[in-house]
């Protein structure tokens, strides 16, 4: 089965870190930038932050600049997204997702996959 799965969510206090994982299952990501998006209750679903097929280039949402990182590890065919001084708006459903290409924090065209999200919730 061909798929994505985030791990790494959890709840958090203010100030506090994660490091969410998107691991590809039945394919290699070799050949896919990789977008992370979430999704707060009531809220539209948002680019957080997306790495280039190589990793060569990264792009981050100014809302998490100099606390959020974007990495990847093709040997073990997974993308991470490290997240520092959380604040409860980060609050949300985090998704990962392959495509072709990054356009700033956004997959483009349309993602081929789509992972099943990790909530993360930031609260005191």
């Known amino acids: 089965q061909l798929q994505l799965v985030e791990s790494g969510g959890g709840l958090v206090q203010p100030g506090g870190s994660l490091r969410l994982s998107c691991a590809a299952s039945?394919?290699?990501?070799?050949?896919?930038?990789i977008g992370w998006f979430r999704q707060a209750p009531g809220k539209e679903r948002e680019g957080v932050s997306c790495?280039?097929?190589?990793?060569?280039?990264?792009n981050l949402a100014d809302s998490v600049k100099g606390r959020f990182t974007i990495s990847r590890d093709n040997a073990k065919n997974t993308v991470y997204l490290q997240m520092n001084s959380l604040k409860p708006e980060d609050t949300g459903v985090y998704y990962c997702?392959?495509?072709?290409?990054?356009?700033?924090?956004?997959?483009?065209?349309?993602?081929?996959?789509w992972g099943q999200g990790t909530q993360v919730t930031v609260s005191s």
């Open positions: 997702a392959a495509g072709a290409e990054c356009i700033a924090t956004i997959v483009f065209p349309n993602p081929e996959y």
């Open positions: 039945g394919f290699t990501l070799d050949y896919y930038a």
């Open positions: 790495i280039s097929s190589n990793g060569d280039s990264t």
